[in-house]
């Protein structure tokens, strides 16, 4: 009885929550509006601009500065346990090695973000230029459009050679003069847009 009761008392407060706040939460009419809508594919920009080219080299050279050290630091342990050194001292050893390596890592980690994220800014500052001078009211990655897409390709307008002009007035379009693939109409592509 008592249950009953408490069910009550609970979905009259619920109903009358909601008749209150019901209206708040209403949805405005949809009203159409017309967008001017433009696309590029990051990865070509990407490979387009030395300097986000250079972000991806940099990241492969410290990538192998850390293997090559970690390969040397495995060797000077082997070689204090072969040389039967005191565990005291091999713990000691391991220990220095490691803290010299996560000292290495974050250093190259810092130089490798800062660099990346140097050349996504810039690749976004062209990109809102472009966009500015087009009047376009949205630009999407088409590198990062998991299934359809066909829409805003046979809709948009591609800004993919105008980006990399921006990057690079000097040298104009470096990436073979051709235009940007369409957007994939499945996962492939897998590209991150500038963040």
Same mark, same amino acid.
């Given at each position: ?10 979905? $009259? ?7 209150? #706040? ?11 509006? #017309? ?11 990407? #490979? =387009?601009?030395?300097?986000? $080219?250079?972000? +991806? ?21 082997? !070689? ?5 050194? &005191? ?5 000691? %050893? ?15 980690? !810092? ?14 500052? $062209? ?9 376009? +009211?949205?630009?999407?990655?088409? =590198? ?5 897409? +066909?829409? %805003? ?15 690079? &007035? ?15 109409? #499945? ?9």
């Amino acid at each position: 009885m008592k249950k009953q009761i408490v069910t009550s008392i609970c979905s $009259a407060l619920l109903l009358s929550m909601v008749a209150i #706040t019901g209206p708040a939460f209403a949805q405005k009419a949809a009203t159409p509006t #017309t967008v001017k809508l433009g696309y590029y594919n990051y990865n070509m920009v990407k #490979t =387009s601009f030395p300097e986000a $080219a250079g972000s +991806d080299s940099l990241r492969q050279q410290a990538e192998s500065q850390l293997r090559a050290f970690q390969e040397d630091a495995n060797k000077r342990l082997q !070689q204090a346990q072969t040389d039967k050194k &005191p565990k005291e001292e091999i713990e000691k %050893l391991k220990n220095e090695l490691q803290a010299e390596y996560n000292g290495r890592l974050q250093a190259l980690s !810092q130089l490798v973000s800062t660099q990346v994220a140097i050349a996504n800014q810039n690749i976004a500052q $062209a990109l809102n230029l472009v966009m500015k001078d087009k009047g376009l +009211d949205l630009v999407v990655d088409t =590198s990062t459009i998991l299934a359809g897409g +066909d829409k %805003l390709v046979n809709n948009g307008v591609d800004v993919t050679d105008e980006v990399v002009k921006k990057l690079n &007035p000097a040298r104009g379009l470096t990436g073979g003069g051709g235009s940007s693939a369409p957007a994939p109409k #499945t996962g492939a592509g897998g590209g991150a847009a500038p963040q």
